[in-house]
């Protein structure tokens, strides 16, 4: 949904501080404005902030909770690290106790043949840089989404 704003900003390094200068400074915005700029704001020589003052944000992403994906993949479409959707934001998956039988739940709910599937653990295809959404995975096998099974956020 494009109507909805920022989920959560942030003060500090939360991402990175960046490698460009700082150009814009206490900006102050009341929602109508099409870019920073068109916010009241100081400029470039008119502030001395650090570089632990950068801000970031973390913005809605299109999708439903529940829904996954793979994504850096070595050629393939139906290999990756798996994502998931929680709360409109795409996340990883940590590892601990992720396996085969979740592996399978995965591929069959991305419309996938199950047969030969391997589960990778250790960031084997990429690491990218979301948040973990949810741990210790526990499917039985039964479920027709992974996110039946059981989990932690």
């Known amino acids: 949904n494009s109507n909805r704003g920022p989920l959560v900003w942030y003060n500090s390094n939360q991402f990175t501080d ?4 700082i150009v814009v400074s206490n900006a102050v915005c009341g929602g109508w404005e099409r870019t920073i ?8 020589g008119e502030f001395d902030c ?15 909770d529940g829904d996954i994906r793979l994504t850096g993949s070595r050629n393939r479409e139906h290999e ?12 990883v998956i940590a590892d601990s106790g992720w396996g085969q039988v979740d592996a399978n739940i995965v591929c069959s709910q991305l419309g996938y043949d199950t047969r030969g599937i ?9 690491k ?5 959404n ?4 526990v499917c039985t096998g039964s479920e027709n989404r992974l996110f039946d099974c059981t ?3």
Do not use: M
């Open 37 to 44: 700029t068109d916010c009241t704001h100081h400029t470039y």
């Open 50 to 64: 650090a570089r632990t003052q950068v801000i970031g944000i973390q913005c809605y992403d299109d999708c439903e």
């Open 128 to 132: 990218p840089k979301r948040p973990i």
């Open 151 to 153: 989990y932690y956020e």
């Open 134 to 137: 949810i741990n210790n995975v």
């Open 118 to 126: 391997r589960a990778f653990n250790n960031s084997f295809y990429d």
């Open 80 to 91: 990756g690290t798996v994502e998931i959707c929680v709360d409109s934001l795409w996340g």
């Open 18 to 21: 960046g490698d460009y200068p």
